[in-house]
């Protein structure tokens, strides 16, 4: 089974170069084997005995030669495409790096939202700061449409947080990465720990998403699963500094992502409620302009977000703290 698995791969033929790749691709975009030569400073022969050897390695012809100039075949129109992507690639990659080496070259705009600004972002700036430490980031948190507005105006180059209501992702392309669901936590000692039920949130103040936070309308769910009115003592927001402070000091009860508080539950400033919370779960991704390639920086911060999770682990798998 192993073998069968191994030939199935799809594996670059290691005979293939990067030459063969450039003149095929010079040829074409100059249309003339003798006018790719001069660009590639080689000799019309040389050229020649590049592309034979590419079609021999491939086993199909790739262009035909006459007095017009160069056409290319059917494969030759397959191979093309592949190949003009990958030099592209490549050459991002490469400018990437130099801009690295030159001291700030590239820059990132990013826009956090809550539940990932508090959880996930230092750690992946860490990692930036030691893989990619030329990388210039600025980061902006706020709700859901403020951040997703500033996207596609262009004043940021990625957001990363919950997935939104679908008017407000228009032209947006969103990529998974976990799914998260709501917390409702207090703090230490909080009266209703002795009786944990839902239906007693309207005995005190609560902290609530407003209704641009992309979990309002999950935390709005929940209440009408188990019959409960809108709260009549809410605080309607969406800063987390404001709410660990309130609810820490207060008998409120708040509503919020649980990647806020991740940290502040996992050591004891807060306490998660054990209420079924599982309607409120929803994706996190990052989030780009469609019609827009990636940039090397936002490969480079791509690649730290997926090394931070996976180093995470299950703390990105979140659970229901309810039996």
């Known amino acids: 089974m192993q073998h069968d698995n191994y030939q199935n791969r799809q594996v670059l033929d290691r005979r293939i170069r990067l030459r063969h790749v450039q003149a095929f691709v010079e ?3 100059q ?3 003798k006018r790719a030569a001069e660009v590639l400073y080689l000799t019309q022969p040389a050229i020649s005995r590049t592309i034979a050897e590419l079609e021999d390695i491939v086993g199909a012809r790739l262009m035909n030669r ?6 290319l075949t059917p494969q030759g129109e397959f191979l093309h495409g592949y190949a003009l992507n990958g030099l592209s690639e490549l050459a991002q990659g490469l400018a990437g790096i130099g801009a ?10 990013i ?3 809550p539940s990932v600004a508090a959880r996930l972002m230092p750690d992946v700036v860490a990692e930036i700061q030691c893989a990619a430490p030329h990388l210039s980031l600025r980061i902006a948190d706020g709700a859901h449409g403020h951040l997703t507005a500033l996207l596609r105006s262009g004043d940021l180059d990625v957001v990363i947080g919950r997935l939104g209501a679908p008017e407000t992702m228009q032209g947006l392309s969103f990529t998974q990465l976990y799914l998260e669901d709501v917390a409702v936590v207090v703090r230490p000692g909080h ?7 839902l239906r ?6 609560v902290i609530y998403p407003t209704e641009e936070a992309a979990i309002h309308p999950f935390v709005e769910r929940l209440l009408i699963a188990h019959g409960i009115l809108r709260p009549p003592r809410r605080i309607e927001t969406v800063s987390g500094a404001f709410g660990r402070v309130f609810t820490r000091k207060s008998d409120a009860v708040w509503f919020i992502s649980a990647g806020v508080v991740a940290r502040e539950v996992g050591d004891g400033r807060l306490v998660r409620l054990p209420v079924s919370t599982g309607l409120t779960e929803g994706p996190v991704g990052l989030m780009t302009r469609a019609s827009l390639p990636e940039t090397p ?5 791509r690649q730290a977000v997926m090394r931070v999770i996976e180093d995470g682990g299950d703390a990105f798998l979140i659970g229901d703290p309810a039996p």
């Open 191 to 197: 009266p209703i720990l002795a009786d944990p039920d």
């Open 66 to 71: 006459g007095r017009q100039g160069v056409s």
């Open 297 to 301: 920086a936002q490969l480079l911060f």
């Open 200 to 205: 007693r949130i309207g005995e005190y103040p």
């Open 111 to 113: 826009g956090a939202l």
């Open 31 to 33: 249309g003339s084997l």
């Open 27 to 29: 040829i074409v975009r």
């Open 100 to 109: 690295e080496g030159e001291g700030g070259g590239l820059a990132l705009r």
